[in-house]
């Protein structure tokens, strides 16, 4: 029971403890400072070219190429070991 209440109590102390920098006084709110500039315009991205680089133009394409037909070879090989494995005698 008694240690509950220190469960507690270290709770509610953690809690006031990270309530008391809030408490503190008041903060000047940005709405409250006034802007003795106005605010700088920033130029309009230029859009760029959409020429994708060699890499996904010509790279990807051919190694998706590669790695479907060493797939398709290790299925065959895989099938084809499992048959010389076993045989049926009659």
């Known amino acids: 029971m008694r240690s509950i209440v220190v469960f507690i109590l270290l709770g ?3 809690v006031g403890g990270s309530a008391a920098p809030a408490l503190a006084g008041p903060v000047a709110l940005q709405s409250d400072v006034v ?14 070219d ?3 680089p060699w890499t996904t133009r010509y790279l990807v394409p051919t190694l998706l190429a590669v790695m479907a037909v060493v797939m398709v ?18």
């Open 12 to 14: 509610l102390l953690a």
């Open 35 to 48: 802007a003795q500039q106005p605010a700088v315009e920033a130029p309009e991205p230029v859009p760029e």
């Open 50 to 52: 959409d020429d994708s």
């Open 73 to 90: 070879l290790v299925v065959l090989g895989y099938f084809i070991r499992l048959r010389g494995r076993y045989r049926v005698v009659e």
